[in-house]
């Protein structure tokens, strides 16, 4: 999975960041177990919203009774804070629209991340058989100690 800050033109709707997740990106080959991503946070940053587009639903295209891979988008003390176990499956009732959340995260201490869980698919199913799937996750990032940061470090004077 990639994270990236967006560039000024794709800063829509004030989101700052874009996680992009695809079939390539699950490993995980033990069937009915999940699988956590982890990015990290800027020390005394706050979260402020986050969305979930399923750009294209996930599937095994080799395998119909494949029908369920759910995600979900948290931090480190709580792996489902903005976004709880929607469907991302093909074969299962997969989301159409956005899944968003405006549930206020932060400010972060060291160590804490975004989390995007893949949870446990079909039962005696692998997520690293799913072949095909892509979603974006956006995410409003307010770093107040990036922005003070960026003041002068001497004050000018006047003449």
Same mark, same amino acid.
């Given at each position: 999975m990639?994270?990236?800050? &967006?560039?000024? +033109?794709?800063?829509?709707?004030?989101?700052?960041?874009? !996680?992009?997740? /695809?079939?390539?990106?699950?490993?995980?080959?033990?069937v009915t177990t999940a699988q956590a991503f982890n990015f990290a946070i800027p020390l005394g940053a706050t979260i402020n919203q986050v969305e979930l587009r &399923?750009?294209? +639903?996930?599937?095994?295209?080799?395998?119909?009774?494949? !029908?369920?891979? /759910?995600?979900?988008?948290?931090d480190t003390s709580l792996a489902t804070k903005w976004v709880s176990a929607v469907e991302c499956n093909l074969n299962g009732a997969?989301?159409?629209?956005?899944?968003?959340?405006?549930?206020?995260?932060?400010?972060?201490?060291a160590n804490q991340n975004i989390v995007v869980t893949f949870n446990a698919p079909?039962?005696?199913?692998?997520?690293?058989?799913?072949?095909?799937?892509?979603?974006?996750?956006?995410?409003?990032?307010?770093?107040?100690?990036?922005?003070s940061s960026m003041q002068l470090a001497t004050p000018p004077s006047k003449p």
């Open positions: 990639t994270f990236q800050e &967006l560039a000024g +033109p794709e800063k829509v709707n004030l989101f700052t960041h874009r !996680i992009v997740g /695809t079939a390539n990106d699950l490993s995980q080959a033990t &399923l750009i294209i +639903p996930f599937q095994n295209t080799a395998d119909a009774a494949f !029908i369920s891979d /759910t995600v979900s988008v948290g997969y989301i159409t629209t956005p899944q968003f959340s405006a549930t206020l995260g932060g400010p972060y201490a079909t039962a005696g199913k692998a997520l690293t058989n799913i072949n095909r799937g892509e979603l974006h996750i956006y995410v409003q990032i307010q770093n107040p100690a990036a922005l």
